[in-house]
């Protein structure tokens, strides 16, 4: 449990992105080498995103699920930003979209190809933002 950025870091590095030792202007670097040593951007939603953000990945954020679909593509992760801590908290993989219904997996709260379209994710969360890199 806990871990849906080690998970989202995970499929990064899966498909090609190279792991930094070296801060980029968010002031985070990103990698892991074992449990003991990693950077936070690596298993924190909020670094994950501002660091990913500082390389010149793509953001748009929304308020409500039927905004978003219309964005959402295959490949995207989706930041959720906390109501009560004011940072994004956490993190979820888009692994397909058809036909207006958004599938995503992640950790934490376990799903595998899951219909995001009827999460209810507004009890803790305010917003969304979608991060599309590369």
């Known amino acids: ?9 995970q499929i990064m590095q899966a498909g090609g992105m190279i792991q930094s030792y070296t801060s980029n ?14 950077s936070k951007s690596w298993t924190w939603a909020h670094g994950f995103m501002q660091y990913w953000t500082a390389e010149g990945a793509r953001t748009a954020s929304f308020t409500s699920t039927s905004s978003a679909i219309p964005h ?4 995207n992760f989706i930041g ?20 207006g219904k958004v599938y995503i997996c992640q950790h934490t709260i376990n799903r595998k ?22």
């Open 80 to 99: 959720y930003w906390d109501k009560t801590l004011f940072e994004f908290s956490h993190m979820a993989y888009v692994n397909n979209v058809s036909n």
């Open 1 to 9: 449990g806990k871990d849906c950025t080690n998970f989202a870091s």
């Open 25 to 38: 202007s968010s002031g985070y670097k990103w990698y892991y080498s074992n449990a003991f040593a990693h």
């Open 113 to 134: 190809n899951a219909l995001w379209n009827n999460i209810d994710w507004k009890s803790d969360y305010r917003s969304i933002t979608i991060l599309s890199v590369g």
């Open 72 to 75: 959402i593509r295959k490949g």
